[in-house]
């Protein structure tokens, strides 16, 4: 069962989809401009790096969406994760990746495995020590990207 903090969690970060002002900036993956300190807040680099590392050794191993990735490369994963983690929260790195939804057009994800990997993340960054206010904003920039992640409705 679902604790209410990843409840909370999640309810926050989808917020953001429907309450996003017209006039708040997007960045050029599309999603809300990074709120000031949250790449700082995050262990900047260094920090973001443990974070993904963390995040993609769970993520493999969780029983709900471990198959999805089966056929990735951890290593170029979390390299990957790691870039588009530092630049969403305005760090200096520069993603160079697959937009999302080319990324996922294959992968068959549902809405339950979207929420699965929120939560696997949620856990990667209690075990960080991150704040739960900070992750809360890191989550508030990822979750516009469920339009794209989740190829089947």
């Given amino acids: 069962m679902t604790d209410s903090k990843t409840l909370i969690a999640i309810a926050l970060a ?6 996003q002002p017209a006039f708040a900036q997007t960045t050029s993956m599309g999603t809300a401009a990074a709120p000031a300190g949250l790449y700082q807040a995050l262990g900047e680099k260094p920090g973001i790096t443990r974070l993904m590392d963390d995040f993609v050794n769970r993520l493999v191993k969780d029983p709900r969406i ?25 760090g200096p790195c520069k993603y160079e990746g697959a937009d999302m939804k080319s990324a996922h057009a294959d992968m068959d994800i549902n ?14 960054m209690d075990a960080q020590g991150i704040p739960f206010a900070q992750q809360n ?17």
Avoid: W
């Fill in 66 to 90: 471990g198959s999805h990735f089966k056929d990735v490369k951890p290593a170029a994963l979390k390299e990957s994760l790691t870039d588009q983690i530092c630049q969403l929260s305005g």
């Fill in 137 to 153: 904003r890191l989550l508030a920039l990822l979750a516009p990207m469920h339009r794209d992640v989740i190829t089947i409705r």
């Fill in 14 to 19: 989808l917020g953001g989809l429907l309450a």
């Fill in 111 to 124: 809405k339950g495995h979207f929420n699965a990997l929120v939560e696997v993340l949620q856990s990667a």
